[in-house]
């Protein structure tokens, strides 16, 4: 019952909020569309909006490794694993330009879908062929006007934790643009928000790792298949990587205490 009054009042929350911030956000698109291009100012908007989720919610405590390699200026093609609808929550927490790629029925969504559409995130109807051929000239000319693209490369959500095979459609982009690949690991979200209903989980710390971005230069020769093969790996070793620290983390609080723990990890 205590889960199911506390998901209430998160879920209360996100639509209060988002009736709240929508507006600003119409407010802002208004006074700076004629002079940002990318909407940059909206974007890091929407970044603090999504962020509130996480940053008052204490089951979530997020950390993020990495985010330094990310560089200004850089047009990437980013890719993630995608446990949890709260992943898209996370991401944000990077605070960085880009532009996501997401299934046209999440443009639908009252408030949050409509701010989706006038960030210009790139529309995806899964399953169709031609939807398919449509996002990837959308990203392509998005990466092309200087914003990164976000994707999940699993195109939907695990529903095991197990990660699932990659569809190379970024990888297809990253080639086609000749864009740096930026692989981020998101770990814990499966848990803290499942796939299947909207009950919270309780108290799951999430870990997002920035990986350092694979050059086009280092990947120029990989076929489409190689590519992704690689980036899958890389991705799934950090996951196991994390996934031991925190089981280690945990077994030396039942030993002895956190504190002594992060005092010897440092």
Known sequence: MTKRALSTLFWTFVTVSSIVLYPVAVMIWVLTVAFDRRLVVLHRFTCFWASLYTWFNPAWPVTIDGREKIRPGTTYVMVANHLSLLDILVLFRLFRHFKWVSKIENFSVPFIGWNMSMNRYVKLRRGDRESVI???????????????????????????????????GAFE???????PILPIVIAGTADALPKRGFVLGGRHPIHIRVLD??????CSDM???????????????????????????????????????SGEGR
Do not use: N, Q, W, Y
């Not at 971005?213 to 280092?218: D, V």
């Open 213 to 218: 971005p694979i050059p086009h230069e280092r």
């Open 134 to 168: 449509e996002m990837m000239a959308a990203a392509e000319r998005t990466i092309g006007e200087g914003s990164s693209i976000m994707m999940f490369p699993e195109g939907t959500r695990s529903a095991t934790g197990e990660m699932r095979p990659f569809k190379p």
């Open 223 to 261: 076929s489409v298949e190689e590519l992704t093969a690689h980036v899958r790996e890389l991705i799934a070793e950090e996951i196991g990587e994390i996934e031991r620290a925190s089981t280690f983390g945990e077994h030396a609080d039942r030993l002895g205490g956190s504190e002594g723990v």
């Open 173 to 179: 982009l990253a080639l086609k643009t000749r864009s």
